[in-house]
DNA sequence: GCCAACGTTGGC
DNA sequence: GCCAACGTTGGC
């Protein structure tokens, strides 16, 4: 079991526009970064991952599930190009900004930190459970 | 809206 | 295979 974030700007892709897909979930497609790609190619059915809002808000606002994995990107002919589907599991309670994240010494090693640009990027099991709880979660 | 960081492209 | 030029992302 592995966890993970996955950015978005909210103008393109909302924690909103997740929610309503319901349990079919969406591709997370569009993605065309050699890195992020090799992340979600890692992902298997039933890992967690964060929903991140980047751009205007900056924050941890859900959590989601891979519910398909790998496969080609339906938006490109590239083969290069693949992704996953996930689907919105719950919204946290508190979002948790990029602000606190910077601000809590023990997540100072987070991608989201340190590689601002990925869009899907690898949560380690620490961080995940201290992002929760910022969240109110637990 | 600006700019730094970084990834990708293409010429050599 | 290197590296300069360029494009894109995302925080501020």
Same mark, same amino acid.
């Given at each position: 079991?592995?966890?993970?974030?996955?950015?978005?700007?909210?103008?393109?892709?909302?924690?909103?526009?997740?929610?309503? =897909?319901?349990?079919? +979930?969406?591709?997370?497609? +569009?993605?065309?970064?050699?890195?992020?790609?090799?992340?979600?190619?890692?992902?298997?059915?039933?890992?967690?991952?964060?929903?991140?809002?980047?751009?205007?808000?900056?924050?941890?606002?859900?959590?989601?599930?891979?519910?398909?994995?790998?496969?080609?990107?339906?938006?490109?002919?590239?083969?290069?190009?693949?992704?996953?589907?996930?689907?919105?599991?719950?919204?946290?309670?508190?979002?948790?900004?990029?602000?606190?994240?910077?601000?809590?010494?023990?997540?100072?090693?987070?991608?989201?930190?340190?590689?601002?640009?990925?869009?899907?990027?690898?949560?380690?099991?620490?961080?995940?459970?201290?992002?929760?709880?910022?969240?109110?979660? =637990?």
């Amino acid at each position: 079991m592995q966890y993970w974030l996955f950015k978005s700007e909210p103008s393109t892709w909302s924690w909103e526009d997740q929610v309503a =897909k319901g349990e079919a +979930g969406e591709e997370w497609d +569009g993605v065309r970064n050699y890195q992020a790609r090799n992340n979600m190619r890692l992902m298997k059915t039933g890992d967690l991952g964060f929903f991140y809002h980047s751009q205007s808000e900056k924050a941890v606002v859900g959590i989601v599930e891979v519910i398909a994995e790998s496969h080609p990107d339906s938006t490109t002919d590239d083969a290069r190009w693949d992704c996953v589907d996930i689907r919105a599991v719950k919204e946290v309670p508190q979002a948790v900004t990029l602000e606190q994240i910077k601000g809590d010494l023990r997540l100072s090693e987070m991608a989201l930190v340190k590689n601002t640009r990925l869009s899907v990027q690898p949560v380690t099991a620490d961080e995940w459970s201290i992002v929760l709880e910022l969240a109110g979660e =637990k």
